[in-house]
């Protein structure tokens, strides 16, 4: 298993370079990073982009339905025309991430995207997600920039909260920002 980078790490903040080729050795990061992300329990991900593990590469995976798809070199080509809140169930769905854990907020993102990229065997794919895995994109994607989603919810002011594990029960609370 790998190990997750938390913030105030660096890397997190260093745009990533592209893959030139699918080969063995990023097939068998794509391997480790698949099996990191399912072994994540407290908290658990839905996504994992290579500088969350402290590789400089544009790739990540994540949870696309029942099974984890891995992305390699995405490019944005198109998206919905309006960044929205994901509700579902009558309640907002918070955006969370694995580097800075326990830190949930409120983030508006394009409800569908198209993405062009390759897959873990080098093929050229262009395809199109809506939510939720619309938002998990673009959260990993931001991740290959160098951005968190806390940048994105300081510029919308948005809500920050956080889950206290304390005395076997979890709470949340929102913080002050």
Same mark, same amino acid.
């Given at each position: $298993?790998?190990?997750?980078?938390?913030?105030?790490?660096?890397?997190?903040?260093?745009?990533? &370079?592209?893959?030139?080729?699918?080969?063995?050795?990023?097939?068998? %990061? %794509?391997?480790? $990073?698949?099996?990191?992300?399912?072994?994540?329990?407290?908290?658990?991900?839905?996504?994992?982009?290579?500088?969350?593990?402290?590789?400089?590469?544009?790739?990540?995976?994540?949870?696309?339905?029942?099974? %984890?798809?891995?992305?390699?070199?995405? &490019?944005?080509?198109?998206?919905?025309?309006?960044?929205?809140?994901?509700?579902?169930?009558?309640?907002?769905m918070l955006e969370g991430c694995l580097s800075i854990p326990y830190y949930y907020g409120t983030v508006k993102r394009f409800s569908i995207v198209t993405i062009s990229y390759l897959d873990e065997n080098g093929r050229a794919l262009t395809q199109t997600f809506n939510m939720p895995e619309a938002?998990?994109?673009?959260?990993? $994607?931001?991740?290959?920039?160098?951005?968190?989603?806390?940048?994105?919810?300081?510029?919308?002011?948005?809500?920050?909260?956080?889950?206290? &594990?304390?005395?076997?029960?979890?709470? $949340?609370?929102?913080?002050?920002?």
């Amino acid at each position: $298993m790998l190990k997750i980078i938390t913030v105030p790490n660096q890397i997190l903040r260093t745009p990533v &370079k592209p893959i030139s080729v699918v080969d063995k050795k990023i097939k068998n %990061i %794509i391997k480790e $990073m698949t099996q990191t992300l399912v072994s994540l329990k407290d908290p658990p991900g839905v996504g994992l982009a290579a500088p969350q593990v402290g590789l400089n590469l544009s790739l990540f995976v994540f949870k696309n339905g029942k099974k %984890i798809s891995a992305v390699v070199n995405p &490019k944005l080509i198109s998206h919905s025309d309006e960044e929205v809140l994901d509700i579902r169930k009558k309640h907002t769905m918070l955006e969370g991430c694995l580097s800075i854990p326990y830190y949930y907020g409120t983030v508006k993102r394009f409800s569908i995207v198209t993405i062009s990229y390759l897959d873990e065997n080098g093929r050229a794919l262009t395809q199109t997600f809506n939510m939720p895995e619309a938002v998990i994109i673009q959260h990993e $994607m931001d991740h290959l920039e160098g951005k968190l989603f806390i940048d994105k919810l300081l510029k919308q002011k948005g809500r920050l909260y956080k889950i206290d &594990k304390g005395s076997n029960k979890e709470e $949340m609370e929102e913080i002050e920002i």
